[in-house]
């Protein structure tokens, strides 16, 4: 038996954006040395075999930035670098509301990863945050971004 997604009511997500947006203010006053030069290697899943994953909360922040953009829809991309790198410069789209994974990344250019246990307790906060608005649990950045895009469509 096939059961409908619930839809999560617009109060609960925007508090859910609220929240994730509070904590990516939050991991950016952490004293963990970072020097994000973007160069957007990582970026380029294809060439590192790593993708970012995200909880609900986290794609309704990377969705309502890709909606801030003008986009309806992630872009079209064929060479496995993310969708959200500008066709032209290359930049990310939504360099502000990037995911946490993007935040707290494996590039070695811009100083390797966090140390989860520098970082734990935000990922428990935010799959909180996904239990609460009735996510499954974090998906690949592009899916995850663009479940939440079809289901802002009118």
């Known amino acids: 038996m096939h059961r409908a997604k619930k839809m999560t009511p617009y109060y609960e997500k925007s ?3 609220a929240e994730v947006e ?3 203010k939050e991991l950016a006053t952490r004293p963990i040395e970072r020097q994000c030069i973007l ?11 790593e993708t970012p994953f995200l ?3 986290e794609a309704l922040v ?5 909606r801030n953009t003008g986009r309806k829809e992630l872009p079209k991309r064929t060479d496995g670098a993310c969708k959200l790198l500008h066709p032209r410069t290359s930049r990310c789209l939504i360099y502000e509301g990037r995911p ?3 935040r707290t990344h494996f590039c070695q250019a811009a100083g390797g990863p966090y140390a989860r246990k520098e970082v734990v307790d935000l990922i428990h906060r935010l799959e909180e945050i996904d239990r609460k608005l009735d996510g499954t649990g974090s998906k690949e950045l ?5 479940e939440v895009l ?3 469509r009118y």
């Open 55 to 57: 909880t609900r909360g």
């Open 22 to 24: 509070t904590i990516y």
């Open 15 to 17: 508090a859910g954006i």
């Open 150 to 152: 079809k289901e802002q």
């Open 142 to 146: 592009h899916e995850a971004i663009e």
């Open 62 to 66: 990377a969705a309502k930035a890709v």
């Open 100 to 102: 946490f994974g993007c």
């Open 39 to 49: 160069n957007t290697g990582c970026c380029h899943f294809l060439q590192t075999g």
